[in-house]
C-alpha cells in the first residue's frame, strides 16, 4: 500500500516556539518523492520541498528545516521560531513510481501560530 | 515560470445545473493534469487524470459521467460538474505535470457551492 500518515491533526503553539509536523509514509517502491505544502486559508497550495527517496540528506531553508529518515520512514518538517504566518494546513504527500506522478496526501496538519 | 490557472475561482449555482472549471497552465505545455477534491477540513483526494487527446482516468468511486473531463489542448483541461448537488460542494484543484521536468504545479483551486 501507498500511504501517507500525518498523526497530528491539530497542533497548536505560541510564536517563537519550534514545532514539529510529522510524517510518515508507506511504499513498497524503492523510488519515490516526498513532498510538504503549506495551505493557507486562502486554499492555494504552496510548494514546500521534494526529496527523492535517494537523497537522505536533511535539508535547511531559513527556518523551515525537514528530516528525511528512510530506516523510520519518515519525513518530518520543524519550523523554527514560528511565527503567526506560519499558521496553515501542512501536508505531506508521496509519489511513487507508478503513481502516474498524482500525488498521495496525508490528512494535513493544522497549525495554529498565536502571538 | 510554470503558473497554473484556475477559472473560476469560486462559483455558486443551483442544485441540478451544471459547472465547468477550466484549468490552464500559462507558460508550459501539459500532457497530463489531475483533479483532486477537498472537501471542508479534509485531505486532497485525487479524482482524475486527465491526459491531451485520450480519455481521463478516473479513480475508484469518482463517477465519469457525472464529472466531465476535456483535456483537448496542451494548455486547456475541463472539469464539468454535471446535475450538480449539495454535496458536491467542495474546493477543485488540478494541477499539471511540467513533462520536461517531471514536476507538477497546482493551480489556486475553485470552490464550489451547490445550493
Known amino acids: 500500500a501507498q500511504k501517507v500518515t500525518q498523526a497530528q491533526t491539530e497542533i497548536s503553539v505560541v510564536e517563537k516556539e519550534d514545532v514539529t509536523l510529522d510524517c510518515v509514509y508507506e511504499?513498497?517502491?524503492?523510488?519515490?518523492?516526498l513532498f510538504w505544502y503549506k495551505q493557507p486559508p486562502s486554499g492555494e497550495l504552496v510548494f514546500l520541498i521534494r526529496r527523492n527517496s535517494f537523497d537522505e540528506q536533511n535539508e535547511i531553508s531559513g527556518r523551515y528545516s525537514w528530516n528525511f529518515q528512510k530506516s523510520t520512514s519518515s519525513f518530518n518538517f520543524t519550523i523554527t521560531a514560528s511565527q503567526v504566518v506560519d499558521s496553515a494546513v501542512y501536508f505531506c504527500a508521496l509519489k511513487w513510481s507508478n503513481s502516474g506522478y498524482a500525488l498521495n496526501f496525508g490528512k494535513g496538519t493544522s497549525l495554529l501560530v498565536t502571538p | 515560470g510554470a503558473v497554473v490557472s484556475q477559472h473560476p475561482s469560486w462559483v455558486i449555482c443551483k442544485s441540478g445545473t451544471s459547472v465547468k472549471i477550466e484549468c490552464r497552465s500559462l507558460?508550459?505545455?501539459?500532457?497530463?493534469m489531475f483533479w483532486y477534491r477537498q472537501f471542508p477540513k479534509q485531505s486532497l483526494m485525487l479524482m482524475a487524470t486527465?491526459?491531451?487527446?485520450?480519455?481521463?482516468?478516473?479513480e475508484q468511486g469518482v463517477e465519469k459521467d457525472k464529472f466531465l473531463i476535456n483535456h483537448a489542448s496542451l494548455t486547456l483541461s475541463t472539469l464539468t460538474v454535471t446535475s450538480a448537488h449539495p454535496e458536491d460542494s467542495s474546493f477543485y484543484i488540478c494541477?499539471?505535470?511540467?513533462?520536461?521536468?517531471?514536476?507538477?504545479?497546482f493551480g489556486p483551486g475553485t470552490r464550489l457551492t451547490v445550493l
Open positions: 507558460d508550459f505545455q501539459a500532457t497530463t
Open positions: 486527465s491526459n491531451e487527446g485520450s480519455k481521463a482516468t478516473y
Open positions: 494541477s499539471a505535470r511540467l513533462d520536461s521536468h517531471n514536476e507538477q504545479f
Open positions: 511504499t513498497r517502491d524503492t523510488t519515490y518523492y
